[in-house]
């Protein structure tokens, strides 16, 4: 409850204060934010000047979907090294990090969209996506679409600890928020995919997801001639194919699934009223002492590789035949040798590509950002809230001696631990939502 | 001279008794038998599978829903539901005495011979089952009444090659029981009606159908056009339109978007001649399985003779055999009483009720 009314105010806070102009804070700045500003020289001010023009630009593009977006540099804008040893004095015991808190990639404002070269983002794709997201005929019963599990009211997930699956299964991992996706370059929770269209196709055609037979898609959008005007519109091409409607769900989504209108983004453009005390406070937890930016790092909050936490085996898997199926049959599928399918009672992330025994259940290091929105948390949905979260790392995750040697015991007080909380609530921006659009009909062909 | 008279004679004989075998319709001739004994244990895994939704993908239909006992091991409609979220675009054919034809399918693409094959096609066809049977065989694994099952009849756990044996077993052990027809055959003049005699008479010789349906199985096993113009209801419903031109398209048909027909056995063989061409079903339960054709355009068997009698369809495609054949109303109803002297007593069985899902010993697989 308190958190929620500092986060509110914080927001209104956010909302009625002017911008502040002065200077963009990259990183180091954030740590100095209650004791003023580091001193830098005018080269570097001039550089995050640069970088505070283009990402509120970005911003503003994303905001509208811009044809423009797809043109711009997708290089981040340049951020200072962390400073992680500076004093700030916003907690009276930071832990001296050690030096892999000093060299990951500092926090910082999200940089432009990346768009692969083979597929520019237009407004004729984006708004073909967003009806193809929609379209339950993208799945084999006709009965589930893309928002079936990323769904607007839910943070673009399903809201559920284990998503719900195609009908007549369940699915065997949390669903992911598809806001901000397509920064990934490792979809998936344990990054099985390079990019949005190959997640797409693999969400489309997976068995327990959408359970599509790709032929019969196309044939379903070739008789419906809205959906045929637009697909000329969008790629000129005669028919819809199935690449193409994965390259429009992948633009939509790289176009309107984006989020980067945080308090902390605020922070980050120069706002130091956009954070509460706390959440700054939160912050400097999350640099140093928690310990979180070891792997949370970067502008998109992941350092994108995998690790093992140890966490809770989800009950769900003790409870549902179903969900016992759909564990086998990963399993299965993914080419586990005998031995391994026969013990499995657990969700194995990268090992299922990899078959290496150190990578048994390790995943890719999900954003932080709009975590609002997006409960309950982790591959296997077992925490329902932050705080849980938090309380599972500072006790140093769980007993597994295997477990990633990034992951041990803080020592944070309840205090602390609210902090942090409210730092992480200062990542989610405004809720995305998206009206569901009216989808084009069949249409028979005329009989002689 | 006399000699050379003789020779010619013989050699005349010798041709047309020739000409008489490639020609003439084989025999009709009681229904044989399977030839080979199935384990009673498979044939009741099968039925239960046979029955169960969970061999397709969203876990709604099974195999019954389609081949259903109410309605001759057929689904009464003229073209098959076809999963959920498609339409099918023919006509489901009676899967009684499957085991004892020679091709299977309207286009003839799969043998008899290798039923669990077929099943395997039902299960994975995007307009079947839409099933991937990898998740059928853990489905199966959570339900421990099966792994019983499998174990007893296979010696072993569920695997899919058990799974289409055990279905194919279950649709092999259907076949038709008690034909009046057969009974006839095989001496018993009273098996059926003097009508339905006539029929036979008819059937044989005025009305030609043995041309094309014939010996033991009441089907020559080969492909012909009745001239037929297609079910419109095929492009009317997008849905069906589109399982059509998946279909073809699939089975690389080049212009599968414009077709307008059933491509039939052309669809197979690629060989123009064989447009249109559709495999001559059996009559064997023709009674029980109304809507008649490959697309179920003819509601009743007096409406399939009345169509013959007037001549088939007016594709060019057609069967130069099919042309009018005069026949009188008593004629054609005689036709009708033979044609249900062909099917058996009902084949009723019991719709199993299904074991559940239940919970495994997380780990112990």
């Given amino acids: 409850m308190v958190s929620a009314l500092l986060r509110t105010l914080s927001r209104s806070q956010l909302l009625s204060s002017p911008r502040c102009k002065l200077l963009v804070w990259c990183f180091a700045g954030c740590l100095l934010a209650t004791s003023g500003c580091g001193k830098k020289d005018s080269a570097t001010t001039e550089t995050t000047e640069k970088a505070a023009a283009s990402a509120s630009d970005v911003a503003r593009s994303s905001a509208k979907v811009a044809n423009d977006v797809a043109a711009k540099s997708v290089t981040a804008p340049g951020q200072p090294k962390p400073n992680t040893t500076a004093s700030d004095g916003t907690s009276s015991n930071v832990a001296v990090p050690n030096s892999t808190l000093d060299s990951v990639p500092p926090l910082g404002p999200l940089p432009e969209v990346p768009v692969p070269a083979d597929n520019p983002i237009t407004q004729a794709k984006v708004d073909l996506g967003r009806l193809l997201f929609f379209d339950n005929r993208l799945s084999g019963d006709a009965g589930t679409s893309c928002a079936s599990c990323h769904d607007a009211r839910l943070g673009w997930g399903d809201g559920q600890a284990i998503s719900r699956g195609y009908a007549g299964t369940q699915h065997w991992r949390n669903s992911q928020t598809t806001i901000n996706s397509a920064f990934f370059t490792k979809l998936f929770w344990a990054g099985e995919v390079p990019s949005l269209e190959a997640q797409a196709k693999s969400a489309i055609t997976g068995n327990l997801a959408g359970n599509g037979d790709t032929v019969m898609i196309e044939e379903r959008l070739a008789l419906i001639p809205e959906y045929v005007d637009l697909f000329r519109e969008a790629f000129g091409s005669s028919q819809p194919s199935f690449d193409l409607v994965l390259k429009a769900i992948a633009s939509f989504e790289r176009a309107e699934m984006i989020s980067r209108d945080s308090p902390f983004d605020e922070f980050l453009a120069g706002d130091k009223d956009a954070l509460s005390e706390d959440a700054k406070k939160g912050l400097a937890l999350f640099q140093g002492k928690a310990r979180c930016i070891a792997c949370h790092n970067g502008p998109l909050m992941s350092d994108e590789d995998y690790h093992f936490l140890d966490l809770p085996q989800n009950k769900l898997f003790e409870k549902d035949p179903l969900r016992q199926v759909a564990l086998r049959y990963q399993h299965y599928i993914r080419g586990v040798p005998e031995d391994v399918y026969r013990n499995a009672d657990s969700d194995l992330g990268l090992y299922y590509t990899t078959k290496k025994d150190s990578d048994r259940g390790r995943f890719r290091t999900p954003s932080l950002r709009y975590l609002e929105y997006t409960a309950p948390y982790m591959h296997n949905g077992v925490f329902g809230t932050v705080e849980d979260v938090i309380n599972f790392y500072d006790q140093g995750g769980g007993d597994e001696p295997n477990q990633s040697p990034l992951i041990q015991p803080l020592n944070l007080t309840e205090d602390e631990k609210s902090e942090l909380a409210e730092f992480l609530y200062s990542l989610s921006g405004s809720e995305i939502r998206i009206q569901t659009p009216k989808l084009p009909e069949y249409q028979a062909v005329a009989v002689d | ?365």
Avoid at chain 2, 282 to 293: G, H, N, Q
Avoid at chain 2, 306 to 331: C, M, Q
Wanted: charge should be neutral; include cysteine; charged fraction near 25%.
């Fill in chain 2, 1 to 365: 001279m006399s000699r050379i008279f003789g020779t010619l004679t013989i050699l005349l004989v010798v041709a047309s008794s020739v000409a008489r075998a490639q020609s003439e319709p084989r025999l009709l001739a009681v229904l044989p038998s399977l030839g080979k004994t199935l384990d009673p244990a498979q044939v009741d895994l099968g039925r239960q599978l046979f029955f169960d939704p969970r061999l397709s993908g969203d876990a709604t239909i099974s195999c019954a829903t389609c081949h259903s006992p109410e309605h001759g091991w057929a689904d009464g409609i003229a073209l098959s539901k076809g999963y959920p979220g498609t339409r099918y675009f023919r006509n489901t054919p009676t899967i009684v005495n499957a085991a004892l034809g020679r091709l299977m399918y309207w286009d003839g693409r799969l043998p008899s011979s290798d039923l669990p094959t077929l099943v395997r096609d039902h299960i994975s066809e995007a307009h079947f089952l839409q099933a991937d049977g990898r998740l059928v065989i853990e489905r199966m694994r959570q339900v421990p009444e099966y792994e019983r099952q499998f174990n007893s009849a296979f010696g072993g756990e569920p695997a899919y090659g058990r799974i289409l044996n055990a279905v194919a077993a279950f649709v092999s052990s259907l076949t038709s029981q008690e034909v009046p027809f057969d009974k006839f055959l095989a001496g018993d003049e009273a098996a059926i009606s003097d009508e339905a005699k006539r029929g036979l008479a008819i059937f044989k010789g005025k009305a030609g159908c043995i041309q094309c349906h014939d010996g033991a199985m009441l089907s020559d096993g080969k492909f012909h056009s009745l001239g037929l113009n297609a079910n419109p209801e095929i492009f009317q419903d997008p849905l069906r339109h589109i399982t059509f031109r998946r279909f073809f398209r699939t089975l690389g048909v080049p212009d599968y978007a414009a077709m307008r027909h059933d491509a039939g056995l052309y669809c197979v063989t690629k060989v123009k001649h064989d447009r249109e061409l559709i495999r001559t079903p059996t009559l064997r339960e023709v009674s029980k399985t109304a809507p008649y054709m490959h697309d179920g355009q003819l509601p009743t068997l007096e409406a399939v003779v009345s169509f013959y009698n007037s001549g088939g369809g007016p594709r060019a495609s057609k069967d130069a055999r099919v042309k009018p054949l005069g026949l009188t109303d008593v004629e054609q109803a005689d036709l009708v009483e033979f044609l249900k002297s062909l099917s058996g007593k009902p084949i009723e069985v019991t719709k199993p009720s299904l074991p559940a899902y239940q919970l495994r010993k997380l780990g112990d697989n």
